[in-house]
């Protein structure tokens, strides 16, 4: 079955350290797409990706990086500079978001500890 | 990037009510609509697309109103499995991501 699979499903991470969130889909979608869901909040855009080898800042990028070197992949790291991580993390991807809207991932929970 | 407004609720109704959400946007070169679901710590998941001329699925209607920026969702015979966050979501200009509301609550009691 096609889809898309984020992992871990939970995250802890020490103070300064950087850790990276995995996203995998399978289903030839050329855009994905990492969101932060604090409570609240509703969903932020972190980072996309239109292309392989391309992608752009959204509106929360500070201390967060990312690379798009296989279509199938988008890796979220989420690095010592991003001060306050905490937060429900969310992975989609689509074949164009003006049509047909996401798929996501189940989502990786991140706490700092 | 220009924001989507929900009411955040709760709204609590008794299992077969009509329940009707809201949600404004403010950018007017807003090219596609959606409603999505999210279920307590679970991922969003789309319900439906909203068109011009509204459309239904089932119990659920969406209405859009380009004029008001405005987009509606009507939800009949409410069950206690609609229970759930519904989230707005506007495609603020074509070849961007997706903007989302901050979801409207509901809770269907039996």
């Known amino acids: 079955d096609g889809g898309i699979t984020q992992s871990p499903k939970y995250l802890f991470r020490k103070e300064g350290q950087n850790v990276t969130l995995s996203c995998e889909q399978n289903l030839n979608h050329d855009a994905m797409y990492w969101y932060r869901q604090d409570p609240g909040q509703g969903l932020r855009l972190i980072y996309y990706?239109?292309?392989?080898?391309?992608?752009q800042k959204g509106d929360i990028a500070e201390g967060y990086s990312v690379s798009r070197e296989k279509k199938e992949s988008f890796p979220l790291t989420v690095t010592s500079a991003q001060k306050n991580p905490t937060a429900f993390y969310l992975c989609a991807s689509s074949i164009d978001a003006a049509l047909g809207g996401y798929t996501f991932g189940s989502g990786t929970r991140l706490t700092v500890v | 990037r220009k924001e989507v407004e929900q009411d955040p609720g709760p709204f609590n109704v008794p299992e077969g009510a009509t329940v009707a959400f809201n949600c404004t946007y403010s950018n007017s070169a807003s090219q596609s609509f959606f409603w999505y679901r999210q279920d307590c710590r679970k991922e969003p998941k789309l319900l439906m697309s909203v068109y011009s001329s509204g459309n239904e699925d089932g119990r659920f209607t969406a209405q859009l109103n380009r004029a008001s920026q405005y987009i509606s969702l009507l939800i009949r015979d409410s069950q206690p499995s609609d229970s759930a966050t519904y989230l707005c979501?506007?495609?603020?200009?074509?070849?961007?991501?997706?903007?989302f509301g901050k979801g409207t609550s509901l809770l269907v009691t039996p």
């Open positions: 990706s239109q292309i392989v080898n391309d992608f």
């Open positions: 979501v506007v495609n603020p200009n074509s070849g961007y991501a997706l903007n």
